[in-house]
């Protein structure tokens, strides 16, 4: 998983690459690494075992919503394969649990159920605009008409600017490009679609 935030990750599951996605987009996030540590533990047996975390996420230490965020040691499994096989995993976790502690992190488990939501689609449909070209003027463009509108959507913003086709499918990047820097409000919980609603940030 290539990402600039702190060059390229390994992933070992479908999973695991979609909470990356995730991770990529979140603007919070300063940067993931996979596979960080290795936690000694012991099993139900009493034998010395290994665990290692799948990732460690550090946030921002620069931003008012991030900055009281403490690092979190991760791992991802499917709900299924957690339900079935929790009994192995109880004394991994509880010692993945006890080192964070240690160090003042958090460690969380992560499930299909945390990471595949209408987030992960526009995080996906989003992160490629945010390496185009980006041409001030319409940006700028944008942003006036939208704070003009206060609220409206996609179609009805790009039909404001330009009643030709072609000129709305040229605009149509730089809006995807606003959003995915949040510089235009929306709630990335939904389905993006072009009738999504849509907002200006005051600042």
Known sequence: MPTSKNGSQQFESTLERDLMYILKFDFQVDQFIAQ????????????PRTYTPDLIIYYRQDLPESKTKRPTLCEVKYKDDLCQN??????????????????????????????RTPYLANAKFLLPYLN????????TSILTRLEDMRETDPQNLIASMFS?????????????????????????????????RIWHKYE
């Open 132 to 139: 185009i070209q980006a041409d001030e003027a319409m940006l």
């Open 86 to 115: 929790f009994r192995e995993y109880h004394r991994k976790f509880r010692a993945a649990m006890r080192y964070a502690k240690e160090r003042e992190w958090s460690f969380k488990v992560y499930t299909e159920e945390h990471i």
């Open 36 to 47: 960080p540590v290795t936690i000694n533990y012991i099993d139900k047996l009493g034998t």
């Open 164 to 196: 030709d086709k072609w000129n709305q499918a040229k605009l149509l990047p730089y809006l995807w490009y606003l959003i995915a820097l949040r510089s235009i409000g929306t709630n990335l919980m939904q389905p993006l679609t072009m009738t999504s």
